[in-house]
């Protein structure tokens, strides 16, 4: 399909384990972003890639959290010894990217992740 | 800093009836303007944007957005809504290369 693909739809783990999360950005968008989605909140920014720029990691709320984008595609986050708070669903998004802040951003539907 | 105020947590109007929500910004320059909608379990999907020129905005399913600098405001507007609309909507204003984000309104349609 020509929009953002997101995988596992749904996650459901154990407190303690890893888990690993994907996105597949529009072709030929050079930015990608990471969001969280706590149950009734708005979006809270985790982290943004730009082409080959060092990403911007500001939003990422622990060390337990870490994201790689391999070959300014596909992208995957980690989060490390999940705990219950982590629990949410994360969405990813890309654009034209840009500095201007005027490209919009597409979004996937979500990874909804649980933690038992 | 650049921010973003949704006023309202929750609307409720009835079917049929006109709609407006509220967006305030603050941002330095001329600020880049986004209307975003979420729908029960899916991601987020663009209604409309506002870069420059006309101040009133047309969108996709049938909203508008009217851009007033004085106020430092992007409210958007339906004249009629439909069941479907039901939804969270969330405003952005771009800046450098991120948008800045609202914290949502869920708006109730009433049978």
């Known amino acids: 399909g020509a929009g953002v693909s997101q995988s596992p739809s749904n996650k459901v783990t154990e407190k303690g384990k890893d888990v690993e999360l994907r996105c597949d950005p529009i072709s030929g968008h050079t930015a990608l972003y990471w969001y969280r989605q706590s149950l009734g909140q708005g979006l809270e920014f985790l982290i943004y890639?730009?082409?080959?720029?060092?990403?911007?990691k500001s939003g990422l709320p622990s060390d337990r959290f870490s994201a790689e984008r391999t070959g300014g595609s596909v992208s995957t986050l980690t989060i490390q010894r999940t705990q219950q708070e982590d629990s949410a669903v994360y969405l990813c998004?890309?654009?034209?990217?840009?500095?201007?802040?005027?490209?919009?951003?597409?979004f996937g539907d979500g990874t909804r992740l649980s933690i038992l | 800093a650049q921010s973003v105020t949704q006023p309202d947590i929750h609307i409720t109007v009835s079917e049929g009836a006109s709609l407006e929500l509220r967006c305030n910004y603050s941002?330095?320059?001329?600020?880049?303007l986004f209307w975003y909608v979420q729908s029960p379990g899916q991601g987020l999907q663009l209604l409309l944007k506002y870069f420059s020129g006309d101040t009133l905005v047309q969108g996709i399913k049938g909203f508008e957005a009217e851009f007033k600098r004085s106020q430092s405001s992007f409210n958007l507007r339906k004249p009629s809504v439909h069941w479907s609309d039901a939804a969270e909507y969330f405003c952005a204003v771009g800046s450098n290369y991120q948008l800045i984000w609202g914290a949502g309104t869920k708006l109730i349609i009433k049978p």
């Open positions: 890639f730009q082409g080959n720029s060092a990403p911007d």
């Open positions: 941002y330095g320059a001329t600020p880049y």
């Open positions: 998004a890309s654009s034209l990217g840009g500095v201007l802040g005027n490209q919009p951003q597409h």
